[in-house]
């Protein structure tokens, strides 16, 4: 069992930056995706950016050129830098850990952005 810990979430005006992070409470020894998701009110859940253990990153085209994801295997942490921040970005953001047979969630984290 895997607990995912994400702080960092907030209230910030348009055109901000937030920077999300997401600890894991163990280390993963095995390949992985660690990533983030959101989830705006009314609106399924989506994703927003994901990173293998290898370094690859895959954004979801809204996010491109704003968010850099970035991980630090050896604190089983990944982070999210949110920057140019819009009003749609608002949402609830959950940190993901995939493994090979089961994934787990972190509780979510709010963003607001004020226009």
């Known amino acids: 069992q895997v607990q995912l810990v994400e702080s960092g979430g907030g209230l910030v005006q348009a055109g901000g930056s937030l920077s999300l992070s997401c600890a894991a409470s163990r280390r993963i020894f095995s390949n992985n995706v660690m990533g983030w998701y959101r989830q705006a009110p009314g609106k399924q859940r989506e994703l927003v950016a994901t990173?293998?253990?290898?370094?690859?990153?895959n954004y979801a085209d809204s996010v491109k050129g704003r968010f850099t994801i970035s991980r630090d295997n050896a604190k089983n942490t990944v982070y999210l830098q949110m920057n140019s921040l819009k009003p749609e970005d608002t949402a609830v953001y959950y940190c993901?850990?995939?493994?090979?047979?089961?994934?787990?969630w972190g509780q979510g984290t709010q963003v607001i952005v004020s226009s």
């Open positions: 990173m293998t253990s290898a370094g690859y990153t």
């Open positions: 993901r850990l995939q493994l090979q047979l089961e994934g787990y």
